[in-house]
């Protein structure tokens, strides 16, 4: 069972956050830093996105629109059926957030990861993971405003400007500039990874702490995370379900199979931090503790079925053919360059030309 290690400096900085939140002046300057630190991340985005690799993808254009459909309409489905849970189970704020989860793009990192531990369509699972990620900048603002509303701090007006300036400006601009910058962004991938980790960190510790200021932490007790943690537990074996039979029903083949059920199941932690920071404001602290605990679950649940689907008897079955194709293409093109070779010799032997020279 894996623990991402981010997770843990996400629960520190949450702890940082109760412990010592930003009051006043710094308050106003960690908010300054968050917002800047935001469009700095979703330009980074654009400018890490290859059209051309986005384009060539649209040719396994029936896998991306399961993808997208299990992210964009089951998803929000779900988290809209989930209504029902309120006051009982879950109170008004967590539902909130618990909505705003299935609103999120999916995941690349770990899809991809998952994927190809389970011996799935890679490929497929980038291409799909990067649309996810592409289409979730324009379509998650406007299913919030849609689902959301003006309910909790969410969606109004200057939360549509907010979205435009500091999201869809930002990545035009890393789309414009990647013909410039791609290659400098390729080759310090690793470094500029860790300013993107350290820019969400910001944002959740800015988030928390307006939580803290405002005391809307009283709301949330042991019990209500609990119920909290059920109702994500029943929503990711729905949806990890629902991909894989859902796939097989459309007669997806095997490796096609696992990469819809990877990257359709998931909700990226990446995007949704900054996007709650946008569209909740005060109240992103509570709307984004719901996507912090499915994060992790989702991590944990899928780990494990990954290693198992990697042991398969289909998936072996589907290397040993591969393996057999492989050794016979082999076995053909050797006995290919002997038939070739075979009349030269004979000609050789033969040619009364040849034996006079």
């Not at 109760?18 to 654009?46: C, E, H, K, Q």
């Not at 690349?108 to 990067?130: D, E, K, L, M, Y």
């Not at 053919?321 to 000609?347: F, I, K, N, Q």
């Amino acid at each position: 069972m894996p623990i991402d290690p981010y997770i843990l400096l996400l629960l520190g900085t949450v702890g940082l956050a109760a412990l010592l939140p930003a009051r006043g002046a710094a308050a106003d300057v960690a908010s300054g830093a968050s917002t800047a630190a935001i469009a700095f991340l979703f330009f980074l985005y654009g400018a890490r996105l290859s059209t051309r690799e986005a384009l060539d993808g649209l040719r396994h254009w029936r896998l991306h629109l399961t993808v997208l459909a299990c992210t964009f309409v089951v998803f929000p489905l779900l988290g809209t059926a989930a209504r029902g849970l309120v006051p009982v189970v879950l109170t008004e704020p967590l539902y909130q957030g618990l909505l705003f989860l299935t609103l999120v793009p999916s995941t690349v990192q770990s899809s991809i990861a998952f994927t190809s531990i389970a011996r799935g369509n890679v490929p497929a699972a980038i291409c799909a993971g990067s649309f996810s990620s592409l289409v979730g900048i324009v379509v998650t603002p406007l299913l919030a405003a849609a689902l959301l509303g003006n309910s909790g701090g969410g969606f109004s007006t200057d939360s549509l400007v907010k979205i435009v300036l500091q999201l869809l400006v930002p990545f035009a601009a890393g789309q414009v500039l990647r013909r410039w910058i791609g290659a400098f962004v390729a080759r310090h991938r690793k470094v500029l990874g860790y300013v993107d980790r350290g820019s969400i960190l910001l944002v959740v510790y800015t988030a928390f702490s307006e939580g803290m200021v405002q005391g809307i932490w009283h709301q949330v007790g042991p019990a209500r995370l609990a119920a909290l943690l059920a109702v994500e537990a029943a929503l990711l074996a729905v949806m990890l379900a629902l991909t894989w039979y859902g796939a097989k029903a459309l007669r997806f083949g095997r490796a096609d199979r696992i990469a819809i059920q990877f990257a359709g199941s998931k909700k990226s932690l990446a995007s949704g931090l900054p996007m709650a920071s946008v569209l909740f404001g005060a109240h992103a602290s509570l709307a984004v503790l719901p996507l912090m605990l499915f994060h992790q679950m989702q991590l944990m649940v899928c780990a494990v079925i990954a290693k198992r689907r990697s042991h398969d008897p289909e998936a072996e079955g589907e290397a040993e053919v591969e393996a057999g194709a492989e050794a016979g293409a082999e076995t053909a093109a050797g006995a290919a360059d002997a038939v070739a070779a075979a009349p030269t010799s004979r000609s050789s032997a033969t040619d009364p030309g040849t034996d006079r020279r």
